[in-house]
């Protein structure tokens, strides 16, 4: 049964932020003079741009506040290198590309689990081949050990392949790809067996996920900036985590020699 979040008064960011803007007489007035100085239409860029930046935090604030959850205030923005909240994060979404930037994160608990949420982006290339890749995550804590593993979705935007990739049955292997350290293989599969590969393509699960100290992570591609999409993709990853809570939190494993068990 889907969980159910309460509503922020923020509902939608694009369509707040017009409601903002368009009641604006400064938004309006550069607009007919770019009929004589084109560069002046920058000036509703930028109102657009910082009213929407805004609104989008409102939207995260209010959604954790409304539902008893903590939020942490924006970082500021790092122009380079990645902000001071990846630090301490060991996921390997969060080494990839460079400006790495975590913002608008909530952290509380859902049916006794302790989780955290935070909007997450990289940027791929520079100048006209740059590319900037959004995710929101939800991050779930369990009591039980893993190593490393990474389970991507082959129709994500962004693909890893790292450590050693374990062969999948046919039927799962156009859509899954899954990956753990070397002599580690047994335990990602003693995860993600088949009943498990089944029930995410019977619910169309779109997304990457990751086991790394102790948390599951999910990554849901692209940038979510309305609650109804925030709702769809909170629960399908609280369907993953009912799922597989119950044997994580059981699950221990012993390393192997002086082999590590980490990606």
């Not at 990956?179 to 003693?190: D, G, V």
Request: glycine fraction near 4%; proline fraction near 5%; charged fraction near 20%.
């Amino acid at each position: 049964m889907p969980y159910t979040f309460l509503k922020p008064k923020t509902t939608n960011v694009l369509a707040d932020t017009w409601n903002i803007v368009k009641n604006k007489w400064y938004f309006w007035l550069p607009i007919p003079l770019t009929y004589f100085f084109y560069p002046l239409i920058a000036i509703s860029i930028i109102i657009f741009a910082m009213t929407y930046s805004q609104v989008r935090e409102s939207f995260w604030k209010e959604f954790a506040q409304i539902n008893g959850w903590q939020y942490q205030e924006n970082a500021e923005t790092q122009f380079f290198g990645s902000s001071p909240l990846l630090e301490t994060e060991q996921g390997l979404m969060f080494k990839e590309g460079h400006g790495r930037n975590v913002a608008n994160q909530i952290n509380g608990m859902i049916d006794n689990r302790l989780f955290r949420l935070f909007n997450y982006q990289f940027t791929i290339g520079s100048g006209k081949s740059r590319t900037i890749y959004h995710y929101t995550v939800f991050a779930f804590k369990f009591i039980g050990s893993c190593p490393h593993i990474y389970l991507n979705n082959r129709s994500n935007s962004w693909s890893l392949e790292i450590g050693e990739k374990i062969p999948l049955p046919k039927e799962f292997e156009d859509k899954f790809s899954l990956m753990a350290p070397k002599e580690y293989e047994i335990e990602a599969l003693e995860i993600f067996t088949p009943d498990i590969l089944v029930k995410l393509l019977e619910s169309d699960f779109p997304y990457d996920v990751e086991f790394v100290n102790q948390e599951i992570i999910v990554f849901a591609d692209g940038q979510i900036n309305d609650f109804p999409s925030l709702e769809k993709s909170f629960n399908q990853a609280l369907v993953l985590n009912d799922l597989l809570a119950s044997k994580l939190d059981k699950f221990k494993f012993e390393k192997i020699g002086d082999r590590t068990a980490s990606l």
